[in-house]
């Protein structure tokens, strides 16, 4: 049986009911939703309609039709940064660690609206600081985009503190979510997020192509795609009521089932206790690595809160070659390389190396670390003979 540790990129094992959830879609109703008036239709719709709720329930949404469904947090993010709308010479302030999923679009935005961006960097403990952003912002900043945690160090950002500023100075604050949705605590009103970007397939526990983008309701977006909505189909335009006019095409009916089920099972176990238990096992794991020669653990001080990653590197070893080895002769599941965030590598001095990352989810227990440390020391030993 392998162990799986590579919970950041997608979720596995899903929760019990999430596998259920989606054949009885396949085999009871899988009906288009909302492109008719008949019971299957409209019991797709439901599907639709419940998953909004949970999730808005989640997050502290007071309007579920203010939260959009994408096959996943890129799409989301995309949406969320081109359908701003930003124009020559506005200025973003975003952070050294982002995704290429934030990073890509602004840059794409530098060279063909003539944006600035400015990324915010972490102090020397690798951590982030509300105050950098504040003195970040400029008279033309009109955005700001941060990540709730790093896909790389697993460093949580002080949401709540970005968001008041944000908040006091009028500026959106649009936040990725890809490693914190139903890992930390998100109140989009009490932390003044104004956009929030979520994918279903990690922290949520549903299936991948899933997803999706909280827009504060008085935030209007150009949709990123145009077409049949379901309602309106007389205009010639996109509609204008929500959440039709960001949901063209039709719905990932089967997918939202699954990423329901999932999001109970988060509810009904616990942010909190999600993320108690991951903190655990990965403090564990640092812990245990640093004491390995040779090991080089990457992020913040082992006493400082993270989201479940670590990422390291063995001395003289490949990244690659490293990870392949627990796959094949360890059947230990991890992701080696750039982990699509060169920018946070570069941040952390890895840029020529990648790194190891080992990511854990709530399935994970101490035993799979402890069966990684032994697994690290034995390949450790090979390149240091």
């Not at 915010?120 to 105050?131: G, H, K, M, S, T």
């Not at 989810?361 to 697994?375: H, K, M, R, S, Y």
Request: aromatic fraction near 8%.
């Amino acid at each position: 049986m392998t162990i799986y540790l590579d919970n950041a990129a997608s979720s596995w094992p899903k929760p019990p009911g999430v596998k259920e959830a989606m054949a009885e879609v396949i085999d009871q109703f899988a009906a288009n939703p909302g492109r008719g008036g008949h019971a299957l239709a409209i019991k797709a719709s439901k599907v639709l309609f419940r998953t909004r709720m949970q999730l808005s329930r989640l997050f502290g949404i007071k309007n579920p039709n203010d939260l959009f469904f994408y096959l996943n947090a890129t799409q989301a993010l995309n949406q969320a940064i081109k359908g701003f709308l930003l124009e020559e010479g506005d200025h973003v302030v975003s952070t050294s660690i982002e995704h290429n999923s934030v990073r890509r679009p602004l840059e794409y935005l530098k060279r063909t609206r003539k944006i600035e961006v400015t990324y915010v960097r972490p102090r020397e403990d690798q951590q982030f600081y509300a105050d950098d952003f504040g003195q970040a912002i400029t008279e033309r900043t009109r955005l700001v985009v941060v990540s709730h945690a790093s896909n790389l160090t697993g460093c949580i950002l002080p949401i709540g503190e970005i968001g008041a500023i944000t908040r006091s100075k009028g500026l959106a604050f649009l936040v990725d979510a890809s490693q914190s949705a139903g890992v930390l605590p998100i109140d989009v009103d009490e932390m003044g997020i104004d956009m929030l970007a979520f994918p279903g397939h990690k922290g949520l526990y549903g299936p991948q192509g899933t997803g999706g983008l909280y827009v504060r309701s008085d935030i209007d977006l150009e949709p990123m795609i145009h077409g049949g909505t379901g309602s309106q189909s007389e205009a010639i335009d996109q509609p204008t009521t929500r959440p039709d006019r960001y949901e063209s095409g039709t719905a990932n009916t089967v997918g939202l089932a699954g990423l329901l089920a999932g999001v109970n099972f988060v509810l009904e176990k616990g942010v909190e206790e999600i993320h108690r238990h991951e903190w655990e096992l990965a403090k564990h794991a640092i812990m245990q690595l640093t004491q390995i020669p040779g090991v080089t653990v990457y992020g913040p001080n082992p006493d400082i809160e993270r989201v479940g990653v670590v990422p390291f590197n063995i001395q003289g070893a490949d990244a690659s070659e490293v990870s392949y080895i627990l796959d094949q002769q360890y059947n230990i599941a991890t992701r080696a390389g750039f982990h699509c965030t060169p920018l946070a590598h570069q941040t952390a001095g890895t840029e020529t190396l990648g790194a190891v990352r080992a990511s854990f989810g709530v399935f994970n227990t101490v035993e799979d670390v402890n069966q990684l440390i032994v697994a690290i020391k034995e390949i450790a030993e090979v390149f240091h003979i």
